[in-house]
């Protein structure tokens, strides 16, 4: 049997634990080559989704967040973020309406829109009791 | 993530340091809200030492300019860094605040 090439970390859902799942993230698409800036955009990606997952995903009993980073034959990076808390698709969340001015425009809602923003694309399904969401990262523009 | 506070003339300048997200966020707010709780209407943000803002870093930064935009007050932002301007115009924020170049520039407008 082959081992896979992925790389995979589990890690309770938890505040405490937001830094060693992002530094896994960023250590791993650092190795593959993506530049201090992509770097960045990553973390802020894989942060926004990952706060929320801590904030939201499990309302009663805690849960864990898996982390797989893989990387495609063209060195795009696929992040994929797991948890087995409610049910939640990130493309049912309105976006926040950027024309309103300080005193209309509305506190929060802001995360997942940068997460959007910050990598080519999110993908999101729902399989058996899991939501798998997966980030995924050109290295070129 | 640091936070200092220090007074000029009328001005408070808030210089944060660091990373500013879900974990340091709240700890801004409260530096902060104690300041205007004293009566400080006044704020200058220097953001030359901040190499990271998220979106529970955003949230704070609205809400401080709400508070001090009913109590007539003002706030300029200054100093930031390329990664941080990045996510001042994707979220819209840099056309809702008041942001200068540098400190100086920022102090001149009091």
């Known amino acids: ?24 993230i960023l250590d791993y698409a650092s190795q593959k080559g993506f530049d201090k800036r992509k770097c960045h955009q990553i973390e802020l990606a894989a942060n926004e989704i990952l706060t929320n997952i801590i904030s939201y995903a499990y309302p009663e009993e805690k849960g864990d967040i898996r982390v797989i980073c893989d990387s495609d034959e ?14 939640f698709n990130p493309f049912e969340v309105d976006e926040p309406d950027l024309s309103l001015g300080l005193e209309e425009r509305k506190v ?30 050109r290295k070129t523009d | 993530m640091e936070v200092n506070i220090r007074k000029e003339e009328k001005v408070l ?20 809200e104690e300041q205007i709780d004293r009566g400080e209407t006044s704020l200058v943000l220097d953001l030359s030492g901040l190499d990271y803002i998220s979106s529970a870093g955003l949230r704070s930064m609205l809400t401080l300019a709400k508070k001090l935009k009913r109590k007539e007050g003002e706030l300029v932002l200054c100093g930031l860094q390329d990664v941080v301007k990045e996510v001042f115009e994707v979220s819209g924020f840099s056309t809702i605040f008041e942001i200068c170049g540098s400190l100086e520039e920022a102090m001149e407008g009091q």
Do not use: C, W
């Not at chain 1, 082959?2 to 992002?22: F, I, V």
């Not at chain 2, 210089?15 to 902060?32: H, K």
């Open chain 1, 1 to 24: 049997m082959s081992t896979p090439k992925r790389d995979q970390l589990r890690l309770p859902a938890d505040l405490e634990y937001l830094h060693g799942l992002k530094s896994f």
């Open chain 1, 74 to 87: 063209d060195g795009a990076l696929l992040v994929q973020i797991i948890d087995t808390g409610v049910p």
């Open chain 1, 108 to 137: 929060g809602g802001l995360g997942l829109f940068l997460a959007h923003k910050m990598v080519d694309e999110i993908r999101y399904r729902r399989q058996g009791a899991e939501n798998i969401l997966t980030l995924y990262k």
């Open chain 2, 13 to 32: 300048v808030v210089s944060v340091i660091g990373r500013m997200d879900a974990i340091s966020a709240p700890a801004f707010d409260t530096q902060v």
